[in-house]
């Protein structure tokens, strides 16, 4: 008899759809597939958007986001779970509800506005992430301008970093990673628990296609903690895979084009 396929890692992303396919769910499920995990999604909102912005944006009901999350996580089961975009405070508070209870380490991007500028959480949904949606995550993943947002810190420097990350630590996440890609010079993140600290560098690459960054890398980092890495690892290897990513990305439309999550079949073709 042929022995049954081994069931690759599951994890669930929780986020808003992209329509241009570069950012959100999409972004989320291709990443998944890249690095050998099996994606599974809760959609929290329906987007109009292309590679020059968001020109609508649709909120499914907090019902409906329930339904979805309990249908997955009670007959599949997860072994990572990613959040995205969730718009309103209530969905905030439903879905940190539904991470309290599954068990399975969590990865938040607190996502607050797109690539193109475009705001993607009302600002009443701000105390929510702070009080109800941090403390639940095994990674928070803001970048510069949802760092701001959240704790009014901005940044200019890598002691700006430094900062920040103990504000956001500060509300409850057991690790977060200060995305410094905004700064110029390197592209530096800062991985800490408030203990341990790690700097992530890599090259400042010459290429504005790099819609979807955030969404890969929170993705990425997920994928690793479904493996059984611990959280510095998981984050280093999504690093990795991000910067192969952005150095591939593609012009589409008349904007910014996305990152390829491909890459790494490509570059072995």
């Given at each position: 008899?042929?022995?049954?396929?081994?069931?690759?890692?599951?994890?669930?992303?929780?986020?808003?759809?992209?329509?241009?396919?570069?950012?959100?769910?999409?972004?989320?499920?291709?990443?998944?597939?890249?690095?050998g995990a099996h994606g599974m999604s809760v959609l929290t909102a329906v987007t109009a958007q292309n590679s020059l912005g968001v020109q609508g944006a649709w909120e499914l009901p907090a019902d409906a986001v329930r339904a979805q999350y309990r249908s997955v996580?009670?007959?599949?089961?997860?072994?990572?779970?990613?959040?995205?975009?969730?718009?309103?405070?209530?969905?905030?508070?439903?879905?940190?509800e539904l991470l309290a209870e599954t068990g399975a380490?969590?990865?938040?991007?607190?996502?607050g506005v797109s690539k193109h500028g475009d705001p993607l959480l009302a600002a009443e949904?701000?105390?929510?992430?702070?009080?109800?949606?941090?403390?639940?995550?095994?990674?928070?993943?803001?970048n510069l301008d949802e760092v701001a947002q959240l704790t009014g810190v901005t940044v200019t420097d890598e002691a700006?970093?430094?900062?920040?990350?103990?504000?956001?630590?500060?509300?409850?996440?057991?690790?977060?990673?200060i995305k410094g890609g905004h700064l110029p010079g390197e592209a530096v993140d800062l991985l800490t628990d408030g203990d341990e600290e790690h700097w992530l560098r890599a090259?400042?690459?010459d290429n504005r296609h790099t819609h979807g960054t955030g969404c890969t890398l929170a993705s990425a980092i997920a994928c690793g903690l479904a493996r059984g890495q611990d959280v510095p690892a998981a984050?280093?290897?999504a690093k990795e895979y991000v910067t192969g990513a952005i150095r591939a990305g593609f012009a589409l439309g008349g904007g910014i084009g996305p990152v390829d999550h491909g890459w790494q079949a490509r570059s072995e073709r």
């Open positions: 008899m042929t022995a049954p396929a081994p069931i690759p890692p599951r994890v669930l992303t929780v986020a808003g759809s992209d329509s241009g396919g570069g950012a959100g769910i999409q972004a989320d499920l291709k990443t998944m597939l890249a690095l996580v009670d007959d599949i089961g997860v072994q990572a779970v990613k959040t995205g975009m969730l718009s309103s405070a209530v969905l905030v508070d439903t879905v940190a380490p969590v990865v938040v991007d607190p996502v949904a701000l105390d929510s992430v702070r009080t109800k949606l941090l403390p639940v995550a095994t990674v928070a993943t803001p700006g970093m430094r900062r920040a990350a103990a504000e956001i630590l500060a509300h409850g996440p057991r690790w977060v990673v090259p400042r690459l984050v280093r290897g």
